[in-house]
Each structure stands twice: as C-alpha cells, then as structure tokens.
C-alpha cells in the first residue's frame, strides 16, 4: 500500500484495534505514517468527550418530565367499552329488521307496479314512428348534398349554405361529422 | 452520564412496545445523554437541543410499535433524533455556522479530556461546536456518530440512510478540517 492510501485508511480509525494486519504491518515500517497516526489518534483523543455536553442531572428531569407531559397529551382518546356495545346494539337491530322485512316480503307492499295502458302504448308508437321519420329525412338530406362530391371536409363546408349549416348544427354535431 | 437500569434494553422496549410507561421512562433516562449530546453538537444550541430530545423521544413512543428489533434500538433511537437535527437544519436554511468572534479568545484551549475548571470546559465545549458548526451537516452527522458514539461505519450508514462509502468520506473529510482547524489554532503543528 501506498503512504497516501494508508494515511486515508488510518483517517477512519478511532481505535488500535481496528488496524487490519496490512496497516500494522505499514506502521512498522513506515515512520512518517507512524508519526502521522499518532498525531491523529492523540488529536482526536484531546478533542473532548461527550460528556463536555452532558445535560445535568436536573436538566434531564426537566426533559423527562415535559415529554411524559407531551405523550399524555397526545394519548388517543380510548372509546369506553359501553359505547362500543351500543354501537354494536344498534347496527344488529337495523340489519336484523331488513333482514326480516326482506324474508316477510314487507318491501313488496311499497313497490310500484307499472301499468301499460293506451295512452302509454300510444306514446311508445309515435317515438318510434318519429324516429323512423328522422332517420330517413336525415338520409335523403345528406343524399341531397352529394357528399361525394367534395374532397375535403372544409372543401364541403366552404360550399355548403348558410341554411344548410344551420340545419346540421342543430341536428348533428359538426365535430364529429368532420372526423 | 448513563443512568442504571435492572432491566435489559430489550426488556424494557418490550415493556415499552405493550404500553408500559414507566419502562420507557427508563429507556429515557438511559439514552437521555445520547440523544441530547448529539443534537447539542448538530445544532451547536442548546436550548434547541432540549426541543429536539423531547420531540425525538415523543416520536420514539409513538412510534415504538413499528420497531421490530430489525437492527438495535439503539441505532433506531438515534436515527429518529438525526432526523430531527437534519430536518431542524433545513428548516432553518443555514449550515448554524457559530459566529467566529465568539471564540476569539478560546484560540488555544487547554485541550484535555477531563478540563479542570469550569472555564477550561467550557472553552473545550466551545472549540467542539465552533469546529463542528464548521462542517457540513453530513459531515458534521458522520463526525459525531463515528468520533462521540464510536458506531461503525455501517451503522452510520443505516441512521444516516447513506452509503457507506459516503459516509467514510464524510467522516475523513471532517478528520481532515479538525487537523487543519488543529493547525490553524495552534494547537498541533
């Protein structure tokens, strides 16, 4: 090894003991990176302890005494044994009168049968009919504007009235006609 | 100084984990001078120090469920308390680099392990935090945990959530600004 990697290993001892053999054997033979260890545990041996910044006694009963003051204020609120039983009372109660109006048949009573009558049936027809209507005015207009004539979709709106845009914005939804 | 316990630690975490105060009461007074020592020399105040001890052992109670002795308590203890000294410094968006002219007239302190006055140790605690307020706060992390705590570079790297290359890099570097800073002071040549 060389003196410079010695002295790199040598900066992260803090004790004889964790010297490997290689770095033993280095410091026997090598003066300067003797001098230079011993100078470095002797600095670190002089830089004080911890105990220069100890808390004192009575500065660790202040400490102990305001952080139980802070766990004890911090401490969940426990739910008392009895509310959790009428919690428990009352969602037993609910489920067990659904659960006997279901197998009574009691929810039958407040359905709503739906009746058809002629007016309804009356009803139904005339949409279908309007929709049948739609559908082929629809086509027979767009036969009308000879779509196939245009090559672009802007080459088609360029040409198309102002009557005929009217009529498809209200019934179509332009965007997806130029998709 | 650490306080006596009839319990083990790990007793004393499993009486904690059930729910039982006293036993982490215990475990506070056992590694009350830890966590403050650390966070003194972190934040390099004192009063700050106190805030961040009480905040990391309320923490540590809270959350004492979630240790499942995977790796020692001890390392977990202080990971929770580094965390409140890195979070605190980048709250305050400044390295606390102590003011210089407060140690003008501790440039040579009588540098011993046991000070024997008053003054002397208070001159050595003033040495220690103007140099450590020096460091980068990962340096200062590694330094402290390395050269205080005497914790391998592994569990360094677990509390400090680095790797363990960058961490012996952070601690040589902070080796190498202490023989500078020696130098400079005149207390080595």
């Known amino acids: 090894m060389k003196c410079n990697e010695v002295k790199n290993e040598l900066m992260l001892i803090t004790d004889d003991k964790e010297l490997t053999s290689s770095l033993r054997e280095h410091l026997l033979r090598c003066a300067d990176c003797k001098k230079y260890y011993e100078e470095m545990q002797n600095l670190l041996e002089d830089f004080g302890s911890d105990d220069l910044f100890s808390p004192t006694d009575s500065e660790t009963d202040a400490m102990i005494k305001n952080i139980n003051n802070e766990i004890t204020k911090k401490k ?90 009217e009529y498809l914005e209200d019934n179509f939804d332009v965007k997806e006609l130029l998709l | 100084m650490e306080r006596e316990s009839n319990n083990s630690i790990e007793q004393l975490v499993q009486l904690a984990i059930e729910g039982n105060r006293d036993a982490f009461s215990e475990i506070m007074k056992l590694n009350m001078n830890k966590i403050f020592t650390l966070t003194y020399k972190m934040t390099g105040d004192k009063d700050v120090a106190k805030d961040l001890t009480q905040d990391s052992f309320v923490t540590a109670w809270e959350k004492i469920k979630s240790f499942r002795g995977e790796g020692n308590f001890n390392g977990w203890l202080l990971r929770i308390a580094s965390n409140k000294g890195l979070n605190y410094l980048k709250r305050i968006k400044q390295n606390v680099r102590l003011d210089n002219d407060q140690f003008e007239n501790h440039l040579q302190p009588n540098l011993s392990n046991q000070p024997d006055t008053e ?64 130098i400079e002071k005149g207390w080595r040549k």
Not at chain 1, 101 to 126: L, V, W
Not at chain 2, 125 to 132: D, E, K, R
Not at chain 2, 133 to 142: D, E, F, G, K
Not at chain 2, 173 to 180: D, I, M, P, T
């Open chain 2, 119 to 182: 003054m002397e140790r208070k001159e050595m605690q003033n040495s220690v935090l103007y140099f450590m307020s020096t460091l980068p706060v990962q340096q200062r992390l590694a330094f402290e945990l390395r050269f205080y705590k005497e914790l391998s570079f592994k569990e360094i790297a677990e509390i400090s959530g680095n790797a363990i290359g960058t961490v012996k890099t952070n601690y040589r570097e902070a080796v190498k600004k202490l023989r500078e800073h020696a």
């Open chain 1, 76 to 165: 969940p609120t426990i739910i008392p044994l009895h509310r959790y039983l009428s919690i428990a009372a009352a969602l037993i109660l609910v489920l067990g009168v659904t659960y006997i109006a279901r197998k009574t048949g009691e929810f039958d009573k407040y359905k709503q049968p739906i009746y058809a009558n002629s007016d309804s049936i009356n009803r139904a027809e005339n949409n279908s009919n309007l929709l049948n209507d739609d559908y082929e005015m629809y086509g027979n207009y767009f036969e009308q504007l000879n779509l196939e004539n245009y090559e672009t979709d802007e080459e088609f709106l360029y040409y198309l009235s102002d009557e005929d845009f």
